[in-house]
């Protein structure tokens, strides 16, 4: 199973909108609505900010949003912060109980 | 509170074995499934197995297949992993996490653990 394609950088000023995208296929993201995303601060473990595709966890920003279009979602981070510099995933069932993640994508405050 | 609480990481030879621990606390732990999933280093995250609440049914990753077994042991609310015949490539964090549900998500995260593979 390969890994979900996301951009290695993203970048945007305090205030700003960004969207990280997360592109899979037919075989994973294309069949089922149960993408998920994390973020890692340095060093930690990481935190759920999505699941299905775009429900919120209690206590999370509703900055935060997720969406899907066919075999790619995508995270928006609104009203950037610079607590949101982090690395982010995206994760998609795979079928027979599976998972695969996105390679990670480093989200920056400029 | 739901907290994971990881132990048993370490740096041990290739071809060696090692067995990571999850206590679990703060939620009905048999309920739930529970996975673990790694880092190495400098790396993106990669799931690497997946066992039912009861214990009965496991899922690997290809990449673990044959040498990683999961288990459970629900009278303890305690995930183990245990990692056999461990090559370089298995050098990791090893983060153990609780299935959110039927989606196929991870809402709470261990602290994660270091394993070494190394002579």
């Known amino acids: 199973q390969s890994a979900l394609a996301q951009p290695a950088s993203v970048s945007g000023s305090p205030g700003q909108s960004i969207t990280i995208s997360c592109t899979g296929s037919?075989?994973?993201?294309?069949?089922?609505?149960?993408v998920s995303w994390y973020q890692q601060q340095s060093g930690k473990a990481p935190k759920l900010l999505i699941y299905?595709?775009?429900k919120r966890p209690s206590g999370v920003s509703n900055r935060f949003s997720g969406s899907q279009s066919g075999n790619t979602a995508s995270l928006t981070i609104s009203g950037l912060q610079a607590e949101d510099e982090a690395d982010y995933y995206c994760?998609?069932?795979?079928?027979?109980?599976?998972?695969?993640f996105g390679g990670g994508t480093k989200v920056t405050v400029l | 509170e739901v907290q994971l609480l990881q132990s048993g990481g370490g740096l041990v030879r290739p071809g060696g074995s090692l067995r990571l621990s999850c206590a679990a606390s703060?939620?009905?732990?048999?309920?739930?499934?529970m996975s673990w999933v790694r880092q190495a280093p400098g790396k993106g995250l990669e799931w690497v197995s997946a066992?039912?609440?009861?214990?009965?049914?496991?899922y690997y990753a290809d990449s673990v297949k044959g040498r990683f077994v999961a288990s459970r042991d629900n009278s303890k609310n305690t995930l183990y992993l245990e990692l056999n015949s461990l090559g370089a490539d298995d050098t990791a964090i090893y983060f153990c996490a609780k299935d959110g549900g039927v989606a196929y998500y991870f809402d709470y995260w261990g602290q994660g653990n270091l394993v070494t593979v190394s002579s």
């Open positions: 994760c998609s069932y795979a079928g027979v109980r599976t998972l695969v």
């Open positions: 037919s075989s994973d993201i294309g069949s089922y609505n149960l």
């Open positions: 703060g939620f009905t732990f048999r309920i739930y499934a």
């Open positions: 299905e595709v775009i």
């Open positions: 066992i039912s609440g009861n214990g009965d049914v496991t």
